[in-house]
């Protein structure tokens, strides 16, 4: 894999990952259409050595790999990252902002700083918010109803190593939970594609092969309203990770860790069984890293369900 610097965009503005349709390349027939082509997943990753690798994923291919060495100079092991946001701070460098759990489950605010050329400007830092996060996976949800506004709630999910699912609501002085409930432990994954005043709504995949809407209303206690999307096949992948595409769809990536290999779809707005997928082929690089999240904008409209 390149480890050289930036393509696409310049890397989608370092992650902010708004790609306008002429930075694209020419898009192919069928379901490579130009809207298509134009969307974009800003990708990041853990590196099996601690470093932070990211990248940008369309319809007419993946850029080059960048490198953020030492991000993370820790002692404890890091992981379980949500989505960063990634924020121009003037003179091509971008702040990069987002959670992720040291060590057997601190959960850490982390903020950071990089150049055109990926390395550290500065020094990370690194906030401690509390104690107890140990599991398979974080899901930050965050509402703004303008770019202009503030956001008018916080919400974190996460699913331990037994299935059970929480969820965390921020009330201004910390998190409060907000509910658990059990029988998804069969879900391998969850992406989240929309969040509106009143919901959440993820796309999960199980180890039966069924990919599934996982809509969770905003109200107490936490119940979850679950409905199929397709039935087979999306068993291979170990993750999914999300960009809205267009007004109301959704850029899927699904990654299979037995051979390291990425598939993009494009899907439509979220009904169930009548949800449109149109798949967009095999992502020509590969996927060695051991966690990936999400880059975005720091208004990040989330409208796909």
């Not at 998804?184 to 092969?209: E, Q, V, W």
């Not at 595409?245 to 979220?270: F, Q, S």
Request: proline share 6%.
């Amino acid at each position: 894999m390149l480890r050289t610097a930036i393509g696409l965009g310049a890397l989608a503005l370092s992650l902010g990952t708004t790609i306008h349709p002429a930075a694209a390349a020419p898009a192919a027939s069928g379901a490579r259409t130009a809207a298509t082509a134009a969307c974009a997943l800003g990708l990041g990753s853990f590196a099996s050595n601690g470093d932070i690798d990211s990248q940008v994923l369309t319809a007419a291919g993946a850029s080059a790999v960048l490198r953020t060495p030492d991000v993370y100079n820790t002692p404890y092991n890091v992981g379980q990252p949500t989505s960063f946001t990634a924020v121009p701070a003037g003179n091509g460098r971008t702040t990069r902002s987002g959670k992720v759990v040291w060590g057997s489950g601190y959960l850490m605010q982390s903020t950071y700083t990089i150049g055109r050329d990926g390395k550290v400007v500065g020094t990370p830092v690194f906030q401690r918010i509390g104690n107890g996060w140990g599991g398979r996976f974080l899901i930050q949800s965050q509402y703004k109803a303008s770019a202009g506004s503030k956001p008018t709630r916080t919400m974190l999910y996460q699913q331990d190593q037994y299935g059970l699912f929480g969820r965390w609501t921020d009330v201004g002085k910390g998190l409060r939970n907000t509910g658990y409930v059990t029988g998804m432990s069969s879900m391998k994954s969850f992406t989240l594609i929309a969040a509106t005043p009143t919901y959440d709504m993820f796309l999960a995949n199980n180890r039966a092969g069924g990919l599934y809407m996982v809509k969770i209303p905003v109200t107490v206690p936490l119940k979850p309203i679950i409905t199929p999307v397709r039935t087979s096949s999306w068993q291979i992948f170990e993750q999914l990770v999300s960009a809205p595409c267009g007004r109301n769809g959704t850029l899927l990536l699904g990654i299979d860790k037995d051979t390291n290999t990425g598939y993009l779809y494009a899907v439509g707005h979220a009904a169930g069984t009548k949800t449109v997928i149109k798949s967009l082929g095999k992502v020509p690089t590969t996927f060695p890293d051991w966690n990936y999240f999400p880059f975005t904008p720091a208004y990040n409209p989330l409208n796909g369900g």
